[in-house]
């Protein structure tokens, strides 16, 4: 007697594995440029997101596990060169426009790239399911 499930118990294991290995953190813009400054976020599926700020900028972003939808936890934030562009943790608050009422919405973790000195450099975000790069210009 042959026994055909193996092959799908195979699939329904490593299905189980990836979904539990989450995704890299997703990142959102949630800030503009002052007027007469640049912002800019290129958002590249397969490659790094550009960012394109003038010097003194700061740029807000959101965090989210592209998995859950959740907020991001337990990441960890790094630049490549400080002299160029840092990153910040922040808790970003929002509201929203109920029918002319506003109202609040919890806030949640995010962060801050601020733009130093002009230059480029590479800022990491790494969770636990993997690592998003963003290159970031100071021009």
Known sequence: MTRRLAPFSLIGAALFA????????????????????????????????????????????????????EACTNVVTATGDAKVAQIYQSHLERRADWYGEMRSIPSRPGFVIAAVSPGETVISVTGSGGETRVRVVVE
């Open 18 to 69: 990836v979904a539990g290995a989450g995704c890299s953190p997703m990142l959102g813009g949630v800030s503009s440029a002052p007027p007469g400054l640049v912002l800019r976020h290129e958002y590249n599926a397969f490659d790094d997101d550009i960012v394109t700020l003038s010097p003194g900028t700061a740029y807000a972003i959101d965090c989210w596990d592209g998995w859950t939808g």
